[in-house]
């Protein structure tokens, strides 16, 4: 992996704007199913529709009762060597934002400032109002799942609350998006990072850089329909590979 990952990491090395754009492979590597996958979510679980969570109080039911299950594995997961490596780019200076498509939170579980992630598709550890937005943090939440409430509501005005997560039927939340469109168009290099990049508009984010003049690099066990676009592609799990690459990389400052 050595050898393969030095042409990478010399593409990597001079690049002080970087855009980590990752997906559910990076963090499969921690436990967690990816969306596709022969085990994946959508495979063995039913995911709520946006019309589900306003008119179905059955199904938001089932919805808390399936979390009150889940979440506290879920919440056990911890980074693996593919966050860490991210982390220790960002704390080189390298690397301004991480675009991510998922909802684990392992990122700023790992360290990187929260200030610096844009999770494109909300996150499981926050809770909010459908009716007036307030957030709640999923553990208060869950103290009243635990207490046998089954259809949660608001504390604030009585409306029904939901996953600070977008569901099937809703579009991507709106300056989040805008956020991730203009830190990709000021990026010098993005390194995709387990995602299969066929779900839009976010698979459109390195399209975005690309045209803008950066550099593409795209880490990932399957092909993807960019990588045609890439200036490299790497085949491979997303911890080994980013941990060995960010090796190569940060050794090799020291040596110059």
């Known amino acids: 992996m050595h050898d393969l990952l030095g042409p990478v990491a010399e593409l990597v090395r001079p690049a002080r704007n970087i855009v980590v754009f990752t997906g559910a492979g990076i ?3 921690s436990g967690i199913p990816d969306y596709r996958g022969p085990n994946g979510v959508w495979q063995t ?4 529709t946006i019309d589900d969570v306003r008119n179905d109080q ?3 039911e089932q919805h808390w009762q399936e979390r009150r299950r889940r979440f ?15 982390v ?6 390298r690397v301004s934002t991480i675009v991510t498509q998922n909802i684990d939170g392992l990122h700023q579980k790992a360290g990187s400032d929260p200030a610096h992630v844009l999770e494109l598709h909300g996150s499981s550890h926050r809770i909010r109002c459908q009716v007036c937005g307030r957030e709640y943090a999923a553990d208060t939440i869950h103290e009243r799942l635990e207490q046998r409430e089954t259809d949660p509501r608001c504390e604030h005005c009585g409306g029904v609350l939901r996953a600070s997560t977008v569901l099937f039927g809703e579009p991507l939340p709106e300056v989040t998006l805008r956020r991730a469109v203009e830190a990709s168009a000021e990026a010098d290099l993005m390194l995709v990072v387990g995602s299969s990049l066929v779900v839009k508009p976010a698979s459109q984010l390195p399209v975005v850089a690309r045209k803008r003049g950066a550099r593409l690099v795209i880490v990932n066990r399957e092909p993807t329909p960019l990588d045609e676009l890439a200036h490299a592609v790497v085949r491979g799990e997303a911890g080994p590979v980013l941990d060995e690459l960010v090796r190569q990389v940060l050794d090799g400052d020291d040596a110059t």
Not at 45 to 48: D, L, M
Not at 72 to 86: D, F, L, S
Not at 88 to 93: N, V
């Open 88 to 93: 220790a780019l960002e704390r080189d200076g």
């Open 45 to 48: 679980n039913r995911i709520p």
């Open 72 to 86: 506290p594995e879920m919440r056990r997961k911890q980074p693996n060597a593919g966050h860490r490596a991210i």
């Open 27 to 29: 963090s499969t590597e």
């Open 58 to 60: 059955h199904s938001r």
